[in-house]
């Protein structure tokens, strides 16, 4: 019969050494995180808007999603530095944007599709119908597609839409049929 006997334990007994080489370490996710957003003065006749996220475990930067009222336009900025709990992390939209929501991003970033931030708006087609529902998704890591939950508001039937595929930082994103409003917006990994 054969005995096997550890690779350390039998390292140890004919006395040679050994080396122990740890996993690398995974992100930790920040938790217990507040946040706010405000306008802030830029100048004597400009604001913008401003996120800030503090949080009482890990190491974190801000990221923000910011509206431009004129255009309609969304999108997603990140801070400029990483911080570790409990300080706090902010980041600043455009001049004239409003800070809409902001969330911590964990430093290093995770593995997979993590930190998706959504949003749902209506788009101006130029046609007949006017507007159609419009869901967006960005997340800080993987490849990703949104599944978007569209809604008519006049039958209440609803249906699930798949849109794009993207990989982190870009935008995946879909347009519901009309006269339906995008309610929802998740990513899936692709």
């Known amino acids: 019969m054969r005995r096997l006997i550890p690779t350390t334990a039998a ?9 122990i080489i ?17 306008w802030v003065q830029q100048g004597s006749d400009y604001f913008e808007g401003q996120g800030n996220v503090t949080c009482a475990t890990g190491s974190y930067e ?7 009222e004129q255009t309609g336009d969304v999108y997603v900025i990140y801070g ?9 992390a902010s980041a600043i939209c455009n001049t004239g944007n409003v800070a809409e929501q902001v969330a911590a991003v964990a430093e290093p970033p995770g593995t997979g599709v993590t930190g998706c931030m959504s ?16 869901g967006v998704v960005q997340c800080d890591t993987g490849t990703y597609q949104a599944v978007i939950d ?16 993207a990989t982190a930082p870009a935008t ?5 049929q009309d006269p339906y409003e995008a309610v929802t917006v ?3 990994p692709a």
């Open 22 to 38: 740890p996993a690398p370490a995974q992100a930790a996710t920040p938790t217990g995180c507040t946040t706010s957003v405000q």
């Open 62 to 68: 801000a990221k923000l999603e910011c509206w431009n």
């Open 150 to 165: 569209c809604h008519n508001m006049q039958t209440g039937y609803d249906y699930t839409l798949y849109g794009s595929v």
């Open 80 to 88: 400029t530095q990483v911080v570790d709990a409990p300080n706090t």
């Open 119 to 134: 949003w749902t708006q209506w788009v101006y087609t130029g046609y007949n119908s006017g507007y159609l529902g419009h």
């Open 11 to 19: 390292a140890v007994l004919l006395g040679l050494s050994t080396m």
């Open 186 to 188: 998740t990513a899936v």
């Open 172 to 176: 995946a994103s879909g347009i519901c």
